[in-house]
């Protein structure tokens, strides 16, 4: 088995839906720990992994690069460090969750001062620290705010870096490549992408972009011109 680190650096303000609310206050809201200490979700990022990868694979300019004929080998790739959908056999790789830089060194004491000082720290101070609250409306044709559409979330602050450990059950230098692209041309995760939030900055320990494409945005700013 062999071990690397994946790091994701926020750009922007980043809402990674936990797919619930808080209460009556927040719409929707992050996922976070018991201490309040927010984190991403290791399957959601492998779900981007994959698009990412797929989007790059479709590239004449990227699989020409990789000495493919075509595109249609990509499937094959993706379901291979993927896991096919429906498939037992899962992928050759496992991803934690993002959590902070010095997770293991912070929390331990995030739960004492809970216990300590729980009338001063609680969950919600905690997660208060690492994010802020967004609200936004709907508008009609006249720009007056539509009843009932307002919409509060909360957000992961910008700047903030989450690291994992990818785990592969066999060392094998061809996933890694492929990761390092999907790493390289990951660009923002999480909801309401389209309206600023989620810019992140993705790399992996070790970086394998391979050298036919070591000019790695050179090649994607030529693929786009021609698309």
């Not at 070790?206 to 945005?217: C, D, H, R, T, W």
Request: glycine share 6%.
């Amino acid at each position: 088995m062999k071990t690397i680190k994946m790091t994701i650096e926020l750009l922007s303000d980043t809402l990674s839906g936990s797919g619930e609310g808080f209460g009556a206050v927040i719409d929707t809201d992050v996922q976070y720990d018991e201490c309040g200490i927010p984190y991403i979700s290791s399957k959601r990022i492998k779900g981007s992994l994959r698009n990412s990868l797929n989007d790059l694979l479709i590239m004449p300019a990227v699989w020409k690069a990789l000495d493919f004929k075509d595109d249609k080998g990509k499937d094959k790739i993706l379901d291979k460090y993927f896991g096919e959908k429906g498939a037992v056999q899962s992928s050759p790789f496992s991803i934690s969750n993002f959590v902070i830089e010095d997770y293991e060194l912070v929390k331990p004491w995030f739960a004492f001062l809970k216990t300590k000082y729980s009338s001063i720290f609680s969950n919600e101070i905690i997660l208060s620290s690492f994010t802020n609250i967004r609200r936004q409306t709907s508008v009609d044709d006249e720009g007056i705010a539509l009843e009932h559409s307002l919409r509060t979330s909360r957000v992961v602050n910008k700047k903030l870096k989450f690291v994992a450990d990818i785990t592969f059950e066999n060392e094998d230098l061809e996933i890694e490549k492929y990761l390092s692209l999907a790493c390289a041309n990951l660009k923002r995760i999480g909801l309401k992408r389209n309206r600023g939030l989620g810019e992140i900055r993705c790399s992996l320990e070790g970086n394998l972009i391979p050298a036919a494409i070591s000019n790695f945005e050179e090649v994607l700013e030529g693929a786009n011109e021609k698309n």
